[in-house]
């Protein structure tokens, strides 16, 4: 059965910064696009970032653009969003997600990913 557990939620300042983790159970994970999101409240959940197998190539929304840095440690099943000079605008609930092997333009939708966390809640407090 497939898990992801996402870690490093939290309150911090605004202009602080969080880094998140997600330890995936899946034997296969090195081959898949992981991929972040997150959720407001009243909004729907929104794309954050994107990694292909190796982090060498990845994909960031806007909003996130420069800020925030996607990675990845395939040797821990693990993928990690760097995030800095956070804003009151972040504050959300963050999940991770397991896509296919290969890119599609539906990764940056959330109906690309086959597997998601239970998130975690970030707090930025102006």
């Known amino acids: 059965q497939v898990q992801l557990v996402e870690s490093g939620g939290g309150l911090v300042q605004a202009g602080g910064s969080l880094r998140l983790s997600c330890a995936a159970s899946?034997?296969?994970?090195?081959?898949?696009?992981m991929g972040w999101f997150r959720q407001a409240p009243g909004k729907e959940r929104e794309f954050v970032a994107v990694?292909?197998?190796?982090?060498?190539?990845?994909v960031y929304a806007d909003s996130v653009e420069g800020r925030f840095t996607i990675s990845r440690d395939n040797a821990k099943n693990t993928v990690y969003l760097q995030m800095t000079s956070l804003k009151s605008e972040d504050t959300a609930v963050y999940y991770c997600?397991?896509?296919?092997?290969?890119?599609?333009?539906?990764?940056?939708?959330?109906?690309?990913?086959?597997?998601w966390g239970q998130g975690t809640q970030v707090t930025v407090s102006s």
């Open positions: 899946i034997q296969t994970f090195g081959l898949h696009y």
């Open positions: 990694a292909d197998w190796s982090a060498a190539n990845t």
């Open positions: 997600a397991a896509g296919p092997r290969a890119w599609t333009v539906g990764l940056r939708k959330a109906l690309g990913y086959d597997y």
